[in-house]
């Protein structure tokens, strides 16, 4: 082989490079994944309607910092939550029981690649989809949101006004989020044969969130994720006020929380096995 | 371990699925040349296969690939090439991609990668169709494109589970010369077959494997098939406690006689029917209810089978 040798970072960042290549071909650009792309561009849907209906209508053009405030509620509470959260689940849980359905993943574990990096390959693959699906779909959003005719002088808001620093910030909270729950779900698919259940926990979880102790909030990736969010949201009578955790804080936890379940399931991915011959 | 650094090795060897017995107490050693696992269906020649390439790791006993252990997978891959016996792929890949793709997990930069899957694609023949996708080929086809991608990265083990399956007469006559060449190259080929006459004259060994054990093993040199299950069998049968395998066998009607022999370490068993006889053994031995240590043919005609196999010189059995 020209390559000798299964180690050093060189190696393993080529090994993950294709490994990109691959699930490129076999698990995003193929038709199984447009329901997940349909959720990604539903808040876009929603805000192209309003774009269209909304002149139509003879309504009058809301103004920008009205308008901020409301996509504030669509972003946290519909885009973040469940669009982020679904999209996330189904693209990282595939990225591993796919392999099972399709009875390819011992083509992987035949290949001279450790299983860690196999591992970072899958989360790589799926940061890189993941995060350009989303950010395409906030760029829509935001684009949609502001568009002139809808919000008196959106263009100017959203470009050289205070939606720019807001812009930015949705779009760093956005990738987070896919980092943090990335993480979690490809490390569920490790340890779940059905991830669907432990999921369906954790979106519990992460909804009753605003009702929790502050210091049970804080064991939570939406907590984190709203703390960075520009603008507050409203939660209701029953949310129970937690500070939220300055971005200095809320980054890195994040990030440390992915890096512990990346750790955890690259000891499961150790242990793999092979057994769908059987069944 | 420099004895064995051109050799496949299992010492020991057991593998449980949850209850159910993949294969027993198996010891085995593969050098270069042909090497075809024959057995009925759920003797256990995948589960040997997928313990030698790693997919699988034992419950007990040792396994290793050319001096390689189990603790480093990820050299395995370098070393071997695997076919599986079942069509899978990833859904809507084409053939060039499926080879392509995957080589390029070895680290090769693209035009090695390119070079490479081209040589192997056209080795299996299937140039022409590589273009298209996996899904529309044949069942021949699928088989050729899998050994492609088994031999793409020039393995020094190549593991083939029923690579025959499917072919037609002229596919089958180029890839048992495939099987040849890289034989002659010094490589371990691995093959596994339900019928002997399939690969006799083409393996420089056999192994025989019914009901998870390894009951025959050595050079073959014409054909015969005697792998058929209801007819009558004797073995001999190893184990610690023989008086309490014997008591559990004698309650079976289709256990003529169970004898402990005379050195009191096994149990001979007369069976008018091997298929059950091992099905059961299977499962005392998942149960934990018997230890067993090694079957042994000790039967008229399996003994001629086995005498025949390896070359006229019975081994093991009395
Ligand atoms: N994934 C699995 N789960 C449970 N049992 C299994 C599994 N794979 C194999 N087995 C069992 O292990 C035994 C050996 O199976 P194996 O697939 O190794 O046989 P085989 O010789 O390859 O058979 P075939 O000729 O049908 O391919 C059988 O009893 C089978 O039922
Ligand atoms: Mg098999």
Known sequence: ?279 | MSGRADRIVFAGVSKFYGEVLGVNRIDLEIGPGITSLVGPNGSGKSTLMNLMAGLLAPDEGRIEVLGLGADRPEELGRLLGYCTQFDSYPRGITGWDFVYLYLRLHGLGRAEAAERARAAIERVGLTAAAPRRIAAYSKGMKQRIKLAQAIAHAPRVLVLDEPLNGLDPLARAEALDLFRAEAAAGKHVILSSHVLHEVDELSDRVVLVHGGYVVAEGAIEGVRDEMAAERPLQVLVRCPEPGRLAARLFAEDHVVEAQIDPDRRGVRIRTENAERFYLLLNRLAAEGAVEVEQVLPADDDVQSVYRYLIGGQAQGAS
């Not at chain 1, 999209?87 to 399709?102: D, K, N, Q």
């Not at chain 1, 990096?117 to 350009?132: E, N, R, S, Y």
């Not at chain 1, 959003?141 to 949705?170: D, E, I, K, M, R």
């Open chain 1, 1 to 279: 082989m020209g390559a000798t040798g299964t180690g050093g970072a060189a190696f393993w960042a080529t090994q993950v490079r294709a490994m990109l290549g691959l699930e490129l071909k076999k698990t995003f650009l193929r038709a199984r994944a447009l329901p997940v792309v349909l959720v990604a561009l539903l808040p876009v849907t929603l805000l192209a309607l309003r774009a269209v209906v909304h002149p139509i209508s003879g309504g009058d053009p809301a103004p920008a910092a009205e308008v901020a405030r409301v996509y504030g509620h669509i972003f946290q509470l519909f885009f973040l939550r469940l669009v982020v959260f679904f999209g996330c689940f189904g693209i990282f849980t595939y990225l591993v029981r796919g392999e099972t359905s399709e009875r390819s993943l011992h083509f992987y574990l035949l290949s001279p690649m450790r299983r860690e990096v196999f591992l970072a390959g899958k989360f790589v693959a799926g940061l890189v989809a993941a995060g350009a699906l989303f950010s395409v779909s906030l760029a829509l959003q935001l684009l949609l949101a502001f568009v002139p005719g809808v919000t008196t002088n959106g263009t100017g808001y959203l470009f050289a006004g205070p939606g720019a620093g807001h812009a930015l910030a949705y779009f760093g909270v956005t990738l987070l989020a896919v980092v943090g729950y990335g993480a979690l779900f490809l490390a569920l698919a490790f340890f779940f044969r059905n991830p669907m259940i432990p999921a369906a926990i954790l979106l519990g979880w992460e909804w009753i969130n605003f009702l929790l102790p502050p210091v049970l909030q804080k064991v939570s990736v939406i907590h984190h994720l709203q703390s960075l969010c520009p603008l507050p949201v409203d939660r209701g009578p029953f949310a129970l006020p937690a500070a939220p955790t300055p971005p200095a804080l809320a980054v890195p936890g994040v990030l440390l929380l992915a890096a512990l379940l990346l750790w955890t399931a690259a000891r499961r991915a150790r242990k793999l096995e092979v057994t769908y011959a059987g069944d």
